[in-house]
């Protein structure tokens, strides 16, 4: 089992920035953001593996940042030019070996407001 433990969302101006922090309990082989808002499924913003493979969602290219420390098992999502649709719950996502199988965790989920 691997706990996701987020941090860092809240309110900020369009064209603010934000940076998110989430840290798992464990090792894991491909860490992920993805965010969702009351009307729309979860979806897909960014994506690491190792330490430096990544991909983005094309509405967040350029304007979003993922990286990871591997030494404390924690991944950051670096937000820069917010905008207020970027407004959502943000997920952290970790894929994990539990009993030699690749498994998805979730964290709690941290909120991002951006107010125009």
């Known amino acids: 089992q691997v706990q996701l433990v987020e941090s860092g969302g809240g309110l900020v101006q369009a064209g603010g920035s934000l940076k998110l922090s989430c840290t798992a309990s464990?090792?894991?082989?491909?860490m992920n953001w993805y965010r969702q808002t009351p009307e729309n499924e979860r979806d897909f913003v960014a994506g690491i593996i190792g330490g430096s493979s990544t991909n983005y969602a094309d509405s967040v290219k350029g304007r979003i940042t993922i990286s990871r420390d591997d030494a404390t098992n924690t991944v950051y999502l670096q937000m820069d030019s917010l905008k207020p649709e970027d407004s959502a719950t943000y997920y952290c996502?970790?894929?994990?070996?539990?009993?030699?199988?690749?498994?998805?965790?979730w964290g709690q989920g941290t909120h991002v407001t951006v107010a125009s």
């Open positions: 464990g090792r894991a082989s491909a």
């Open positions: 996502k970790a894929v994990a070996v539990t009993d030699g199988n690749y498994k998805n965790y």
